[in-house]
């Protein structure tokens, strides 16, 4: 669909790039990156992407806002929390079509661990986490978590807290320090 709108060979579309620039402030205050105990991290990133080659009008802003906090409950027992928001503008007159994997997406083993990788797709997205972790043995813990997230075609006309999809699950984690 993408090949035709823009009248695209296969050669032409393999030949289409992105250049991103950007700047992240990553404030990182776990005690350890591996297995945090306690601490947290925050992310705020704001990237300007434009295409080069056959994508050479497009032109759209990727921001990201996320929170992690991880709480010592009693001995390594710990509860984590992650909030996750971000927004994919494009300029409309100079990218009549994103393509989706340009987009903001929920799904897979990071983000909304319950639906397939990329599942949810769309310009903006919000999720949370909160997960429960106990160690078994030295570098294995076990864990149960919930989650929720949502898509939207604009955040900041859309945003409810209605219609969003929910995960569910426990399973093994094997870290490192680093």
């Known amino acids: 669909e993408l090949r035709e709108m823009y009248g695209m060979t296969h050669a032409d579309f ?6 991103e620039t950007g700047l992240t402030l990553d404030h990182d205050w776990r005690d350890s990156q591996g297995q945090p105990s306690r601490g947290g991290r925050e992310i705020l ?6 295409g080069v080659g056959r994508w050479g009008g ?12 991880y709480l010592n409950i009693y001995n390594k027992r710990l509860l984590a929390i992650k909030i996750a928001a971000q927004s994919v503008d494009a300029d409309d007159k100079k990218t009549p079509v ?24 769309d310009n903006d997205m919000t999720m949370a986490v909160i997960e429960y972790r106990w160690p078994i ?42």
């Open 58 to 69: 497009s032109v759209f802003v990727v921001s990201r806002a996320e929170i992690s906090h």
């Open 45 to 50: 990133s704001l990237q300007y992407c434009r």
């Open 14 to 19: 393999r030949s289409a790039d992105i250049i």
């Open 137 to 178: 043995w030295s570098m294995i813990d076990a864990f149960v978590f919930a989650e929720a997230g949502r898509v939207y075609s604009s955040i900041s006309e859309e945003f409810t807290l209605k219609n969003w999809h929910e995960g569910y699950g426990t399973g093994l984690r094997v870290w490192r320090e680093n």
């Open 98 to 121: 994103l393509p989706f994997y340009l987009k903001s997406n929920l799904g897979g083993r990071d983000d909304l661990r319950g639906f397939l990788n990329n599942r949810l797709v």
